[in-house]
């Protein structure tokens, strides 16, 4: 069967056009779901017929016309593709721009929203490749989200920190150390001057390690760090388990110690997402969010999804802190593109931003922000780099840049708080920090023998 309806595709006796998923007159409704997305048809298929194929298999369509279609009102629930652009300087690619009626999704449910818009459609055959670039979700759809459980106001207040990016830094190695060994990370990374430190993401419950161990040792040394510095500080706890309901048993642990904070891994999936983020809404915890695995489907310039469409979902599921690249440091990164994704996480209206990769308005209404998190192979010596290309409110994250500091890992977290307060002095004294960051560095390490060395 499917080989005959490829064979009737291919010679042009079913066309999704027809079918009524092309529609260039079609005026788009402030309550439209609007996606863009990149295509690249296959040899023979026009690019009209593809953006309808996208359409009508990420709407109602399947391969042929259906009966039972008749028994709808298939015009409303049928998706719409109004405009087909040529992607410049990529032969072959366009740009489909297609609306969804809101009929089609349930009330706050990203799965619901996901298994249309993503569904089938990217290894559809019409198509040799396609990448959802952005997404306008509509203001009625947004409020019947939660959002972030506690938003980057709130956790400014709660910290007692303002005027300046919070800084943090991942645990390494990744996997081997004891509780013991860990917590004394954490002691060190947090009494020398970070606000945070961090699970990677890959630790869980593994025999070197089980979780109540490093929870136990992690809330000590929090603990420790607090009363010694008089600062509120966290460790992100990671709770990313085999299922819901390991998850919340780990989640109630971390609250009775006392953690400010929880992490858990995109990998978790969308409704796992939405379920812990109701919990830390429930608990008052903020919830961090590390973007593990995102670059599977993210990296790929012509196939997948922008990480700019997953940010927004993100930020809608509920998350209070989210990676969201560095643009400089270990790992790939436009600084145009990622400062797309921060606008993303801390706008209140998010405007078209073409080179930043924006195609869209979009109203978030009151949805909190989130606390986008720079992490990725960086140090104090780029700090007027981050700052310049971030702002305050982010979260600069030294894992390597702090524990694989030459006098130890006390002397990185003194080193990157220095640098940080330095730069931020400098800047708001207007002076051009860009040009003259590294001098103002040389100047402070006069000062400071960790940021020296
Ligand atoms: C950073 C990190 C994070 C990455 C993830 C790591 O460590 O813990 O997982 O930042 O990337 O393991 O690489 P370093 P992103 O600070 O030692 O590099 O934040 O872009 O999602
Ligand atoms: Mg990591």
Request: glycine share 10%; net charge neutral.
């Amino acid at each position: 069967q499917i080989t005959d309806a490829k064979k009737r595709y291919r010679a042009g006796v079913l066309k999704y056009r027809q079918m009524g998923y092309w529609m260039p007159d079609y005026q788009p409704k402030d309550t439209d779901i609007l996606c863009l997305f990149r295509i690249t048809p296959q040899e023979g298929v026009e690019p009209e017929e593809a953006a309808a194929a996208v359409a009508g298999e990420s709407s109602t369509a399947t391969w042929t016309v259906v009966w039972t279609d008749r028994l709808t009102a298939c015009d409303s629930y049928r998706a719409k593709a109004w405009r087909v652009d040529p992607v410049p300087n990529n032969p072959g690619q366009y740009f489909a721009w297609v609306a969804y009626d809101l009929i089609l999704f349930e009330e706050g449910s990203i799965a619901n929203m996901t298994a249309s818009l993503i569904g089938n459609v990217f290894s559809f055959k019409p198509l040799k490749a396609c990448r959802l670039e952005d997404i306008r979700i509509p203001v009625a759809y947004v409020k019947t989200f939660k959002g972030p459980p506690t938003g980057l106001i709130v956790e400014r207040e709660r910290l007692d920190k303002f005027g300046r990016p919070l800084l943090g830094a991942t645990t390494k190695p990744k996997l081997g150390l004891s509780g013991r060994n860990y917590g004394r990370v954490i002691y060190e990374g947090l009494k020398g001057g970070l606000d945070f430190m961090k699970d990677d993401e890959n630790i869980n419950s593994q025999p070197f390690m089980h979780w109540r161990d490093r929870f136990l040792y992690v809330m000590d040394a929090v603990n420790k760090a607090q009363a010694a510095t008089g600062e509120v500080k966290g460790s992100y706890l990671n709770v990313t388990a085999a299922t819901m309901e390991q998850m919340y048993e780990r989640a109630a642990f971390a609250r009775e110690l006392g953690s400010v904070v929880l992490m858990v891994d995109l990998v978790i999936g969308w409704t796992a997402i939405q379920s812990m983020a109701e919990w830390c809404r429930r608990h008052d915890m903020v919830m961090h969010m590390h973007r593990a695995g995102h670059g599977t489907y993210t990296r790929q310039k012509n196939h997948g999804v922008s990480f700019r469409v997953i940010a927004k979902w993100l930020r809608l599921a509920g998350c209070d802190h989210m990676h969201a690249g560095t643009a400089v440091g270990k790992l790939e990164g436009d600084p145009l593109t990622v400062q797309g994704y921060y606008n993303v996480c801390r706008d209140s209206y998010t405007l078209t931003d073409l080179p930043r990769g924006l195609h869209f308005d979009m109203d978030w209404a009151d949805t909190k922000k989130v606390m986008p998190v720079a992490s990725g192979g960086i140090h104090a010596g780029q700090m007027h780099q981050l700052l310049e290309l971030f702002g305050d409110d982010v979260i600069l994250q030294f894992g390597g840049g702090t524990i694989g500091h030459p006098q130890g890992i006390q002397a990185g977290a003194v080193a990157n708080r220095v640098a940080l307060e330095t730069m931020v002095k400098a800047r708001n004294e207007g002076r051009d920090i860009l040009q003259e960051g590294p001098d103002i560095l040389q100047r402070a390490a006069q000062w400071c023998g960790p940021l020296r060395a």
